[in-house]
């Protein structure tokens, strides 16, 4: 119930942003949305939103970066294509590195995780699910916390 609203809310706000020609926020909820519809397996949606998010992007936009890099290694991941992949997700973790905003560098680690899974690098992916974890107990979010330990356990199974 929780992602249809998230999808709901992030459609309409692209929708409104777009249509106001504003790209600050529409950079950053495109690149979300685009992610958010990966996860939902909805890659050409994504791949929409992304391309969305990329022209909308400012170059000193680290937050949009960030999920931009995410979402385009997730789209790449499932198309096969896992070291191209795997480059967007590290950049990724790099520039949310260069930044404060823990929670983010905690959500690209958890990208990072997923492309390594998929490639079949499960020691890297459980490395970097565990850095992932670290920072969201640093940030006392305990959904995030969670869900780390839930795909940690998963990993070393």
Not at 14 to 26: I, P
Not at 120 to 140: P, V
Request: hydrophobic share 45%; charged share 25%.
């Amino acid at each position: 119930m929780q992602a249809i609203w998230k999808l709901r809310i992030y459609r309409e706000s692209c929708a409104g942003l777009d249509g106001l020609g504003e790209t600050g926020y529409l950079s950053t909820h495109a690149a979300q949305l685009a992610r958010i519809l990966g996860f939902q397996g909805r890659w050409d949606e994504a791949a929409d939103f992304l391309a969305m998010a990329d022209r909308a992007t400012n170059p000193g936009d680290m937050a949009s970066l960030i999920l931009c890099g995410s979402a385009r290694a997730l789209i790449l991941t499932h198309a096969g294509e896992h070291a191209q992949a795997e480059l967007h997700a590290r950049e990724a973790v790099r520039l949310a590195e260069t930044t404060d905003a823990i929670e983010s560098h905690g959500h690209a680690l958890l990208d990072l995780a997923t492309v390594l899974e998929s490639a079949g690098k499960q020691a890297e992916a459980a490395a970097a699910t565990e850095a992932a974890l670290r920072l969201f107990e640093q940030k006392e979010s305990a959904p995030m916390i969670a869900r780390a330990r839930e795909r940690l356990g998963a990993l070393t199974v």
